[in-house]
Antibody
Framework: EVQLVESGGGLVKPGGSLRLSCVAS????????MDWVRQAPGKGLEWVSS????????DYADSVKGRFTISRDNAKNSLYLQMNGLRAEDTAVYYC???????????WGQGTLVTVSS | QSALTQPASVSGSPGQSITISCTGT?????????VSWYQQHPGKAPKLMIY???NRPSGVPDRFSGSKSGNTASLTISGLQAEDEADYYC??????????FGTGTKVSVL
């Protein structure tokens, strides 16, 4: 069974940093692209970032470009999101998702809540 | 990249059919077959319902179907059931090599 488990969320002050992790199991992690998708409280889904299986191609939403960094460690079956320069508008539940191909997110984690507030 | 436009809410009675529209541009929906639909129940993670405009993943009931015309994609739920009450989001690949989600539609079963 495919499982994705996020961690690392919490309360952080504006301008602060946080690193999210997503541990995968039940499939060959190194064969799949992975993405981060977020959802602000009571709002819709927003794609954040994508990384290919070998980390060759990485993309970001304009709203996080230059502040967030996606990475992965295939030996540890783990996906990461380093978030710097956090703003109130980054407050959201962050989901990691397996990306089969071009927005086909077939498996999702349960999400981790990031709250940016003073 | 602006969010794709969906109606805020759609409702129907059990057994009826409803259609949710998702309008974008020639740089996203209109330019590619890469349109997916997700169902999200309150407090839960999204679930893939349709991919590449018309394809259903294994396990998704065949009362869910997708289509596209020009810059607008649509999700139709036939034979509406109580468990279909949820939020639905479309998403598309874009010419910027990114993805964009729709604004979301709340489906209510009367």
């Amino acid at each position: 069974e495919v499982q994705l488990v996020e961690s690392g969320g919490g309360l952080v002050k504006p301008g602060g940093s946080l690193r999210l992790s997503c541990v995968a199991s039940g499939f060959t992690f190194s064969s799949y692209s992975m993405d981060w998708v977020r959802q602000a409280p009571g709002k819709g889904l927003e794609w954040v970032s994508s990384i290919t299986s070998g980390s060759t191609y990485i993309d970001y939403a304009d709203s996080v470009k230059g502040r967030f960094t996606i990475s992965r460690d295939n030996a540890k079956n783990s996906l990461y999101l380093q978030m710097n320069g956090l703003r109130a508008e980054d407050t959201a539940v962050y989901y990691c998702a397996r990306d089969l191909h071009r927005c086909v997110f077939d498996s999702w984690g349960q999400g981790t809540l990031v709250t940016v507030s003073s | 990249q602006s969010a794709l436009t969906q109606p805020a809410s759609v409702s129907g009675s059990p057994g009826q059919s409803i259609t949710i529209s998702c309008t974008g541009t020639s740089s996203d929906i209109g330019g590619y077959i890469y349109v997916s639909w997700y169902q999200q129940h309150p407090g839960k993670a999204p679930k893939l319902m349709i991919y590449e405009v018309t394809n259903r993943p294994s396990g998704v009931p065949d009362r869910f179907s997708g289509s596209k015309s020009g810059n607008t994609a649509s999700l139709t739920i036939s034979g509406l059931q109580a468990e279909d009450e949820a939020d639905y989001y479309c998403t598309s690949y874009t010419s910027s090599n990114s993805y964009v989600f729709g604004t979301g539609t709340k489906v209510s079963v009367l």
